[in-house]
């Protein structure tokens, strides 16, 4: 499952009420709706989707296989909570994933790719002038997806997605922070302008560049937030 298949609110509805559930609760947990260490209570559950405990409990162990929630002996679901190091581990293994997708563009014809991309940065732009910031978040992964998927190369795009995937409820609020200057935008469209110029080597460095400069602001968020918690 990739992650433009999972993000739309307005699709029509999947065809099964768990991916339907799972699609909701998804996009609370990244937007920040749902905060982290918040408890999943299925009985709440069922009555806000309507829905027996079956679908409620297939979606929970869907979002707990894609790193999302968390199962405590006893307790239950929660959403996810991340330690500091989580943080950082999670980020300097993206950047190491993320330049190893680049590298693995050296060789092919990728005027397809950025043919796509450049579409891809039209939209983000749209949703930039629109001051649509969940649709900007949206494209901003689907840019990073369409290069994984592009290269073909399952191995990383499995490992990838995971990790990706428990990302992405701080790379919203990063995003949503800075919104809305054009900061992921500008550094789509320079990435873009190295691929085609074929130098993949600057587009590595410059993803990898990117995503550790985005650690620094992961790490002061996770600090301020855990000193919220403490008052």
Same mark, same amino acid.
């Given at each position: 499952m990739g992650l433009a298949t999972v993000y739309y609110e307005n699709d029509s509805l999947p065809q099964t009420l768990s991916y339907f559930i799972l699609n909701k609760l998804r996009w609370r947990i990244i937007t920040?709706? =749902? !905060? /982290?260490? #918040? !408890? =999943?209570?299925? &009985?709440e559950l069922e009555a806000d989707y309507g829905s027996s405990r079956g679908p409620v409990r297939e979606s929970l162990r869907l979002l707990l296989r894609n790193g999302l929630v968390e199962h405590l002996p006893r307790r239950g679901f929660r959403v996810r909570k991340e330690t500091r190091?989580?943080?950082r581990n999670i980020y300097e293994l993206r950047a190491a994933l993320e330049g190893m997708v680049i590298a693995a563009l050296s060789g092919l014809d990728i005027g397809p790719l950025c043919e796509t991309l450049q579409g891809r940065c039209a939209i983000m732009e749209g949703y930039y002038k629109a001051n649509d910031v969940e649709g900007y978040?949206?494209? +901003?992964s689907t840019y990073h997806q369409c290069i994984i998927d592009f290269t073909g190369n399952r191995p990383i !795009? &499995?490992?990838? %997605? %995971?990790? +990706?995937? *428990?990302?992405? /409820? *701080?790379?919203y609020k990063l995003l949503k922070e800075a919104f809305p200057t054009r900061r992921s =935008?500008? %550094? @789509?469209?320079?990435i873009l302008r190295q691929l085609k110029a074929g130098d993949i080597q600057a587009a590595k460095r =410059?993803? #990898?560049? @990117?995503i550790l400069d985005n650690l620094e602001r992961a790490m002061a968020s996770f600090d301020e937030n855990e000193s919220t918690d403490l008052t």
């Open positions: 920040g709706e =749902l !905060a /982290p260490g #918040q !408890a =999943l209570r299925e &009985q190091d989580d943080v978040f949206r494209e +901003n !795009a &499995q490992v990838l %997605y %995971y990790v +990706n995937e *428990i990302s992405l /409820p *701080i790379r =935008l500008d %550094y @789509h469209e320079e =410059l993803t #990898q560049e @990117h």
